[in-house]
């Protein structure tokens, strides 16, 4: 594991020394710590990422997207969304 300070330690052992290094911080815990290593691995930063949120869609304009997409299917999902804000201003 990558750790704290100037060698690799367990995930433990970075808890202990967090713990020590900082005790006027909230204390962090070994899932904490895993939850960190596993982002850093995946991206290869721990900085916060905005979450996507979803669009709510609703049933009439799912079907309009639908029937757009059936009558020209190489139509850009961008191209669909000025049309339907053309559509209904």
């Not at 911080?25 to 721990?46: C, D, F, W």
């Not at 639908?66 to 209904?88: G, M």
Request: proline fraction near 8%; charge should be positive.
């Amino acid at each position: 594991m990558i750790g704290y300070g100037d060698r690799a330690r367990t995930q433990c052992e970075v808890v202990r020394l967090f713990r020590e290094t900082h005790p006027d911080l909230p204390p962090l815990n070994q899932g904490t710590i895993s939850k960190i290593e596993a982002q850093y691995r995946e991206m290869g930063h721990v900085r916060k990422v905005p979450s996507k949120r979803q669009a709510v869609v609703d049933d009439d304009t799912k079907l309009n997207l639908w029937l757009a997409l059936e009558e020209n299917p190489i139509t850009p999902a961008r191209q669909l969304a000025r049309d339907k804000e053309s559509q209904y201003p």
